[in-house]
């Protein structure tokens, strides 16, 4: 049994971990759409070979390959590595929506955490697997009411 991959703020984050991470991100992406490593490699701006060597995390991804990735694929690209060094990617298009959508959202992913929880009074792993959809959307509003609070703090500060 391995320890869990919790990083306080002033532990060191293994680049193995990291590239693994980001691996594993690649390889659910490339699951998820019914991608190829060749459709991996043309948004990253590299090869076949080379994308199948980042989603194994058998290499190191330059920063330019990493952006592209993160424009093309969000969160679900590098929020899971992001995540290692207490970070997440959020779209500066945040403020794109509107109030009652992401009451909706809201209120969608409260109705599958109270399922979820209704029988044993925790959400296990399969749960919030299943929840995804709901929590991203809902996160997502979440996301555009804050920027809505730093734009506000910028125009009244």
């Given at each position: ?36 490593d060749a459709d991996l490699g043309a948004v ?114």
């Amino acid at each position: 049994m391995t320890a869990p991959h919790i990083h306080t703020p002033y532990r060191t984050v293994p680049a193995s971990l990291m590239l693994k991470t980001l691996g594993e991100s690649l390889e659910a992406i490339k699951h998820e759409d019914g991608a190829t490593d060749a459709d991996l490699g043309a948004v990253l701006g590299k090869s076949e070979d080379t994308a199948a060597r980042y989603r194994t995390g058998l290499a190191e991804m330059p920063v330019v390959s990493f952006l592209r990735g993160c424009r093309e694929w969000d969160g679900r690209f590098a929020n899971a590595a992001l995540a290692l060094v207490g970070m997440k990617l959020a779209p500066m298009n945040a403020a794109d929506g509107c109030d009652r959508k992401g009451f909706s959202a809201l209120c969608a992913l409260l109705a599958e955490m109270a399922e979820a929880v209704e029988d044993d009074g925790k959400i296990d792993d399969v749960e919030l697997l299943a929840m995804r959809p709901e929590l991203e959307a809902a996160a997502k509003h979440i996301d555009r009411l804050r920027d809505r609070l730093r734009l506000r703090a910028v125009t009244t500060g």
